[in-house]
């Protein structure tokens, strides 16, 4: 019979791609996550993994192997979940992530609501940008997280996950004062093509988004400040360090002096769990409390100048709200 505790380290190794990687993550030695694979390769009777000096590939047999492994944690988790409800509500600990906007917009309604429904129910918070979620979820760190793609920045299909889409909301182009009338979409921004940019960290899918965004619209940011908490963003703007790319969420503390401009371009955010635990009492719970917690209209930023709306570009998609444009996103390089 195959060890299930073996399998996840083999299907761990298989996403990290070194063994270094899979015992940082789940709190191994190096040594203790070989003997465990070596293990495997007895248990299996084929050989799972072929050595190249320091270095590790999955065979054929352990690739399929682990494509049976999804399935099983998949079972499992759903196992966990039934029983789980047998139980007379949510209890105990659950782990949220969540990245700072929706953190600070989102999850405290959602959190009020939480204590007063599932007084049993302990959930923590901790922040996560959405690039670390998979792995965190995988690993068991997380149990529910909230997580956003760009049109520029797609989230790709991970394994042992299950996303459920919560809702979409416009960007904005963050400055002190109004570009070029001219030039239609994403040309919007080559009115700021030789300003200084602010972006968040590299590594970031908002530092990507950025990126991209002016890569489609011709230029290559030239960037100045690199902050990941956008009301410091739009304090920056404000101080004329540059300009930005500021998400519906992100629009809190704004300057009086910031002007916006909407961009034909939206983040969509999700949330995340575990495939098979979906019927977990405790995810069902988090889940419905976060879409009630939703800002009732993601449509429109929370404070827009009037002016900012006459000056932005709209007749570039007359009528289209953010909801209404296609999944798929741009293709870049």
């Given at each position: 019979?195959?060890?299930?505790r073996?399998?996840?380290?083999?299907?761990?190794?298989?996403?990290?791609?070194?063994?270094?990687?899979?015992?940082?993550a789940?709190a191994?030695?190096?040594?203790a996550?070989?003997?465990?694979?070596?293990?495997?390769?007895?248990?299996a009777?084929v050989?799972?993994?072929?050595?190249?000096?320091?270095h590790?590939?999955?065979?054929?047999?352990a690739r399929?192997?682990?494509h049976?492994?999804e399935a099983?944690?998949?079972?499992?988790?759903?196992?966990?979940?039934?029983?789980?409800?047998t139980?007379?509500g949510?209890?105990?600990?659950?782990?949220?992530?969540a990245f700072?906007?929706?953190?600070?917009t989102?999850l405290?309604?959602?959190?009020?609501?939480?204590?007063?429904?599932?007084?049993?129910l302990?959930?923590?918070?901790?922040?996560?940008?959405?690039?670390?979620?998979?792995?965190?979820?995988?690993a068991?760190?997380?149990?529910?997280?909230?997580?956003?793609?760009?049109?520029?920045?797609?989230?790709a299909a991970e394994?042992?996950l299950?996303?459920?889409?919560?809702?979409?909301e416009?960007l904005?182009?963050?400055?002190?004062?109004?570009?070029?009338?001219?030039?239609?979409?994403?040309?919007?921004?080559?009115s700021w093509?030789?300003?200084?940019?602010?972006?968040?960290?590299?590594?970031?899918?908002?530092?990507?988004m950025?990126?991209?965004?002016?890569?489609a619209?011709g230029?290559?940011?030239?960037i100045?400040?690199?902050?990941?908490?956008?009301?410091?963003?739009?304090?920056?703007?404000?101080a004329?360090?540059?300009?930005?790319?500021?998400?519906?969420?992100?629009?809190?503390e704004?300057?009086d002096?910031?002007?916006?401009?909407?961009?034909?371009?939206q983040?969509r955010t999700?949330?995340?769990h575990?495939?098979?635990a979906?019927?977990?009492?405790?995810?069902?719970a988090v889940?419905?409390?976060v879409?009630?917690?939703l800002?009732?209209?993601?449509?429109?930023?929370?404070?827009?100048?009037a002016?900012?709306?006459?000056?932005?570009?709209?007749s570039d998609?007359?009528?289209?709200?953010?909801?209404?444009?296609?999944?798929?996103s741009?293709?870049?390089?």
């Amino acid at each position: 019979m195959l060890d299930v505790r073996r399998l996840r380290l083999l299907r761990e190794l298989s996403l990290r791609g070194t063994i270094a990687a899979v015992a940082e993550a789940l709190a191994f030695t190096p040594s203790a996550v070989s003997q465990q694979l070596a293990a495997l390769e007895r248990e299996a009777g084929v050989p799972l993994l072929e050595r190249t000096g320091r270095h590790v590939t999955l065979t054929p047999s352990a690739r399929r192997l682990v494509h049976h492994t999804e399935a099983v944690l998949e079972r499992l988790e759903q196992a966990a979940a039934e029983l789980e409800d047998t139980r007379h509500g949510p209890a105990g600990p659950l782990r949220i992530g969540a990245f700072p906007s929706a953190s600070r917009t989102i999850l405290p309604s959602a959190l009020t609501a939480l204590s007063h429904d599932h007084p049993g129910l302990e959930p923590m918070v901790s922040d996560i940008d959405p690039a670390c979620v998979a792995h965190a979820l995988r690993a068991g760190e997380l149990d529910v997280a909230l997580l956003h793609e760009y049109d520029f920045v797609p989230a790709a299909a991970e394994p042992g996950l299950t996303t459920q889409p919560l809702a979409s909301e416009p960007l904005y182009l963050a400055s002190l004062a109004p570009g070029s009338s001219n030039g239609t979409g994403l040309h919007l921004l080559n009115s700021w093509a030789t300003a200084s940019w602010i972006t968040a960290t590299p590594g970031t899918l908002c530092h990507a988004m950025t990126v991209r965004a002016c890569q489609a619209a011709g230029f290559t940011p030239h960037i100045r400040h690199r902050v990941d908490e956008f009301a410091t963003v739009l304090a920056l703007v404000a101080a004329g360090q540059g300009v930005a790319i500021v998400p519906h969420l992100g629009l809190v503390e704004l300057p009086d002096t910031v002007h916006l401009t909407p961009l034909p371009i939206q983040r969509r955010t999700a949330i995340a769990h575990r495939s098979g635990a979906a019927p977990h009492p405790a995810i069902t719970a988090v889940i419905r409390a976060v879409r009630a917690a939703l800002p009732a209209d993601l449509t429109t930023p929370l404070r827009v100048k009037a002016q900012d709306i006459e000056d932005a570009s709209a007749s570039d998609h007359p009528g289209q709200r953010p909801e209404d444009s296609p999944d798929g996103s741009p293709s870049v390089p």
